[in-house]
């Protein structure tokens, strides 16, 4: 009887032992480090960086820089990211942008100013990255847990990496800057990212921070809350012309969606027609002639995968268009 009931114990201590690991892996699956672990494990880990080493992002009025800036004023290239109400609007100066990695493994740091301050204050309103293995296609993204909702800001000196369980004494930690994988997965960055981890606005184009390889596939397979984010498709017809230097995703990219941090979001494809393609300078006849029945081709296939002509595949290893593009359009990180 004492051996059976020892035996009993003991089983029983196992048993709980293992509850409690489940229990803590569980736990974990929200965790800001965790979730820098797990990219860390697909990708590579990110170093540590100082947001006030980056390429500042421009905003001028008629191509100058002015004299001083308002809070919501108006610029030559906004911001395409909504901001929150409360801040000074898409024309705030003195973001920065920086390539921290970029061979297979291609990484690059955002440090959003939301509030106007001087250009050399180390306080940022957003600080993001995203990561990104050319190989297998894994994309992850990282967003300050801020995002413009304390006009302080984040310390942008030394941003800690997202896999980092200690910081250096006095030095911000990552658990207290990074978002949780869940409050990333409700920025809902796939929708606005679907035709490639890499972005293309007039707003991030007028610096020279991008990746050498722009093209190729992505995947957000980290898992966790991520799974609930749609699975984008690559959209498009026989000869079309936008079509030879982008691939056309079909979420936000397509139509209007309605994304969970920032609600409806008109189609990003008919608000980059303005600006597409870059360096154009054809007249609006011209500019018809060329590209108008593309654009329709493509919206009529957004609307309805199904349209004749139309060539909706998933974007996988198989459709990657770093090997199909001879032309190289470069698209950057951010908006």
């Known amino acids: 009887m004492a051996k059976l009931c020892s035996r009993m114990w003991t089983a029983f201590f196992i048993l709980f032992q293992l509850s409690a690991v489940t229990y803590g892996s569980e736990e974990n699956q929200d965790d800001a480090v965790?979730?820098?672990?797990?990219?860390?494990?697909?990708?590579?880990?990110?170093?540590?960086?100082?947001?006030?080493?980056?390429?500042?992002?421009?905003?001028?009025?008629?191509?100058k820089e002015p004299a001083e800036y308002s809070p919501n004023m108006n610029c030559d290239n906004p911001a395409y990211l909504p901001y929150p109400k409360a801040a000074h609007g898409q024309c705030v100066p003195y973001s920065r942008v920086q390539t921290l990695r970029d061979d297979d493994i291609q990484i690059l740091g955002l440090c959003r100013r939301m509030f106007i301050r001087p250009k050399d204050d180390p306080h940022f309103d957003s600080i993001e990255i995203i990561m990104h293995n050319k190989k297998t296609g894994s994309t992850c993204f990282m967003i300050s847990k801020n995002f413009g909702a304390n006009p302080q800001g984040d310390d942008g000196r030394r941003v800690p990496p997202p896999s980092e369980e200690s910081p250096p004494k006095g030095q911000l930690a990552a658990r207290d800057l990074w978002a949780t994988p869940q409050q990333v997965a409700d920025h809902g960055c796939i929708y606005c990212h679907d035709s490639d981890p890499w972005m293309y606005t007039p707003w991030i184009a007028q610096t020279s921070q991008l990746p050498s390889d722009p093209f190729g596939y992505?995947?957000?397979?980290?898992?966790?809350?991520?799974?609930?984010?749609?699975?984008?498709?690559?959209?498009?017809?026989?000869?079309?012309?936008?079509?030879?230097?982008?691939?056309?995703?079909?979420?936000?990219?397509?139509?209007?969606?309605?994304?969970?941090?920032?609600?409806?979001q008109p189609p990003k494809m008919t608000q980059a027609l303005t600006w597409m393609p870059p360096g154009s300078s054809e007249g609006a006849e011209e500019w018809a002639a060329i590209y108008k029945q593309s654009v329709d081709d493509l919206s009529r296939c957004c609307g309805d995968h199904q349209s004749p002509g139309c060539r909706v595949e998933p974007i996988d290893s198989k459709s990657s268009w770093t090997d199909r593009l001879k032309v190289i359009n470069p698209h950057h990180s951010g908006r």
Request: proline share 8%; charged share 15%.
């Open 218 to 264: 992505h995947s957000v397979d980290v898992g966790g809350p991520f799974r609930a984010w749609p699975k984008p498709m690559s959209i498009n017809t026989r000869g079309n012309t936008c079509t030879g230097c982008h691939r056309i995703g079909s979420l936000n990219t397509c139509g209007s969606q309605k994304i969970p941090t920032f609600g409806d």
């Open 34 to 63: 965790q979730y820098g672990k797990d990219c860390a494990s697909l990708i590579a880990d990110a170093p540590p960086f100082n947001c006030l080493a980056g390429e500042i992002v421009r905003v001028t009025v008629d191509g």
